[in-house]
Nanobody, 126 residues
Framework: QVQLVESGGGSVQAGGSLTLSCAAS????????MGWFRQAPGKEREGVAA????????YYADSVKGRFTISRDNAKNTLYLRMNSLRPEDTAMYYC???????????????????WGQGTQVTVSS
């Protein structure tokens, strides 16, 4: 079972930027898809961005395309989410997630993810 620890959340004004990080440990191997999800109060958790095992192919929710960038450093077992042009509607708890590649139809298959961090809060004020 992989352990995931997020950091980098905080409060920012609309139009600002934040970078989230997720430190992963407990890998049995390096072939994990990784992703970021978020959940706002009263709403269901939604997939935001995902990345394949080599960090080549990325997937984004339509609401964040062009504003958010997901990346990973496999040497450091760390996942990142660079968030630019933040909007009040981006306010949510952000979760790092992972799934063994062999268990996912693709790394962009949001419903496949089965390992979760504890979350980091992002608040965007207008």
């Amino acid at each position: 079972q992989v352990q995931l620890v997020e950091s980098g959340g905080g409060s920012v004004q609309a139009g600002g930027s934040l970078t989230l990080s997720c430190a992963a440990s407990g890998y049995r191997d390096s072939t994990y898809c990784m992703g970021w999800f978020r959940q706002a109060p009263g709403k269901e958790r939604e997939g935001v961005a995902a990345i394949d095992t080599l960090g080549i192919t990325t997937y984004y929710a339509d609401s964040v395309k062009g504003r958010f960038t997901i990346s990973r450093d496999n040497a450091k077992n760390t996942l990142y989410l660079r968030m630019n042009s933040l909007r009040p509607e981006d306010t949510a708890m952000y979760y790092c997630a992972a799934v063994p590649r062999r268990l996912a139809a693709s790394c962009g298959s949001w419903k496949s993810y089965n390992n979760w961090g504890q979350g980091t809060q992002v608040t965007v004020s207008s």
